[in-house]
């Protein structure tokens, strides 16, 4: 059965990578599928993204809090993946009412869209930074939500806006939760294209606080991946964790692109903490490993491929540095 699937924020880091394996057959179960894109195209959406498959999708330009919208182009799908959100911590602490309303309301708009429009399956792609920090171990995924950043609240309100749905209506609907994604194609504000494309430029690095802050990192591809398995593999209703294979301190992480780039710490400039930074996250990814999930790119290689391409692709992240972005 050929599919057709509604991509939300699919010429977002994430989602573009999604359609790009997608269209060019790189889920096989789904092969020939018919896919849409909607997007709202803001700073961190880029439709030059997907021109390794132009032409292989019809792309809709709008917002998921728009019902009147979405009422015309979500009916017809089989399955709606929503990876439109506001993501980037900082900005959710200087201008939160954006993410507010993507991320709770633009999700809320969106499922419902879909259950009136008979929707087979809704993928909800959310974060690790739901559940807050956590010392040791790690979370599972009947862990409690305490965010504490507004956007990892706004995540939380739109998953739970999500799952609601499934248990009120019956919609089939799965959240993937994932930690820190990287690779080719992320928009130079998160930690690593921000400090790759810095450092490129001859311009210093800025680390928050002791740099001891823990991530999680999986390559952007094993985490589409995650979704995809969950998509085809998943139960309705549930919860999975999409988790990597390598755990750094944020100094660990800036050590390592500096030694890719042979540079010394005194590229680092250290400044004060971000309010309220989350001190570790950590994903048991159990669930989604008993479906068959693992990782197939190594943090080494895979930093090792990404930092070659934003070295080798200044024409594509140089103009959003000159946009004022």
Not at 106 to 133: C, I, K, P, W
Not at 148 to 176: I, Q
Not at 259 to 265: D, I, M, T, V
Not at 297 to 303: A, H, P, R, S
């Amino acid at each position: 059965m050929v599919r057709r699937v509604l991509v939300a924020g699919g010429a977002g880091f994430i989602g573009s990578h999604y359609v790009r394996t997608l269209v060019s057959g790189g889920y096989p179960a789904w092969a020939g599928a018919s896919v849409t894109v909607l997007d709202k195209l803001t700073y961190s959406g880029n439709l030059t993204s997907l021109d390794p498959v132009n032409g292989g999708f019809t792309f809709v330009h709008g917002d998921i809090c728009d019902a009147e919208l979405l009422a015309r182009v979500v009916p017809g799908h089989d399955v709606v993946v929503n990876f439109a959100a506001e993501t980037h911590v900082d900005r959710s602490i200087t201008a939160p009412d954006v993410f507010a309303m993507t991320n709770v309301l633009g999700a809320h708009r969106l499922v419902r869209a879909s259950l009136e429009a008979n929707v087979g399956l809704f993928l909800q792609v959310s974060t690790d930074e739901v559940y807050g920090s956590i010392a040791e171990g790690s979370w599972t995924e009947d862990a409690p939500v305490s965010p504490n950043s507004p956007y990892a609240a706004a995540k939380a309100g739109g998953d739970h806006m999500a799952l609601a749905y499934a248990r009120t209506h019956g919609l089939d609907v799965r959240v993937t939760r994932c930690g820190n994604n990287y690779g080719p194609y992320q928009y130079p504000e998160k930690i690593i294209p921000l400090f790759v494309t810095r450092l490129l430029e001859g311009r210093k690095v800025p680390l928050y606080g002791d740099g001891r802050n823990e991530r999680e990192w999986i390559h952007v591809d094993d985490h589409c991946r995650g979704i995809q398995l969950v998509a085809e593999r998943g139960r309705a209703g549930e919860v999975y964790h999409v988790s990597g294979s390598t755990s750094l301190t944020n100094l660990e992480l800036t050590e390592r692109l500096l030694h890719a780039l042979r540079l010394g710490p005194e590229m680092i400039d250290w400044v004060e903490d971000r309010k309220g930074h989350d001190r570790r996250y950590a994903l048991d990814d159990s669930k989604l490993r008993s479906l068959g999930f693992r990782p197939a790119t190594t943090f080494d290689d895979g930093l090792a491929d990404t930092v070659r391409w934003y070295r080798e692709r200044a024409d594509w992240w140089r103009p959003l540095l000159r946009g004022g972005q």
